[in-house]
């Protein structure tokens, strides 16, 4: 009798997904690492044809279709950069390392791609790497006004060409999945009844 983990009854998805659960064990050293090497030379937003992590970019709303574009970005790795404090103050309490950004290093990846392509939205993003300096990302776009578009199924809901203004600057808003996550809102019930309807609305308790 077959489990569900058992690899005669996965599917293409599945081992995907398992790849790139763990990539440095699945994925050869020096297949990665050309791979950084080439995207360390390639510009900071660069346009690509198909996903690098297939079954990511599917999960996250991606179709292989006219009016979705993919960007590959990266932002720099680490904590906030705080200038150094001298108010007679012991080192450890200078405050240059270990503060940790409001919002995470996908959430300012998404904004920065935004702004680059003002005539696109941002549907969602997705990790695809990291060296020693910058964190790797790929963002799925849509252009709101091709007809592909605006006539989908899924993907028309995000259109105010559809009467629905609702996600316009939707990255500005925290509406995509990492800005959901990163407003608390993937966590339901006992502990987080100061999320909704925002933190805002709760004083920021809830964080």
């Known amino acids: 009798m077959l489990r569900s983990g058992d690899n005669m009854a996965q599917g293409l998805y599945q081992h995907v997904r398992a790849t790139w659960k763990r990539p440095?064990?699945?994925?050869?050293?020096?297949?990665?690492?050309?791979?950084?090497?080439?995207?360390r030379r390639?510009?900071?937003?660069?346009?690509?044809?198909?996903?690098?992590?297939?079954?990511?970019?599917?999960?996250?709303?991606y179709k292989a279709k006219q009016?979705?574009?993919?960007?590959?970005?990266r932002v720099r790795r680490g904590g906030l950069r705080k200038g150094k404090i001298h108010m007679k103050r012991k080192p450890s309490k200078?405050?240059?390392?270990?503060?940790?950004m409001a919002k995470n290093t996908q959430r300012i990846a998404e904004e920065r791609v935004a702004r680059h392509f003002p005539n696109l939205e941002v549907l969602n993003s997705y990790w695809v790497g990291q060296d020693g300096k910058h964190k790797y990302f790929e963002v799925i776009m849509i252009d709101t006004h091709h007809p592909a578009i605006i006539n989908d199924?899924?993907?028309?809901?995000?259109?105010?060409?559809?009467?629905?203004?609702?996600?316009?600057?939707?990255?500005?808003?925290?509406?995509?999945?990492?800005?959901?996550?990163?407003?608390?809102?993937?966590?339901?019930?006992?502990?987080?009844?100061?999320?909704r309807p925002s933190l805002k609305a709760n004083q920021n308790r809830g964080k």
Request: net charge positive; aromatic share 4%; proline share 3%.
């Open 24 to 39: 440095k064990e699945a994925l050869p050293h020096m297949y990665r690492q050309a791979r950084m090497a080439q995207w």
């Open 42 to 61: 390639e510009p900071v937003n660069c346009k690509i044809d198909r996903p690098t992590r297939l079954d990511a970019a599917r999960r996250m709303g």
């Open 67 to 73: 009016g979705v574009v993919l960007v590959r970005t």
């Open 94 to 100: 200078s405050g240059i390392s270990k503060i940790t």
């Open 153 to 195: 199924k899924q993907l028309g809901v995000f259109c105010s060409a559809n009467g629905n203004n609702a996600h316009k600057g939707r990255v500005y808003r925290g509406k995509t999945s990492a800005g959901k996550r990163g407003r608390g809102l993937h966590n339901k019930g006992k502990g987080a009844e100061k999320l």
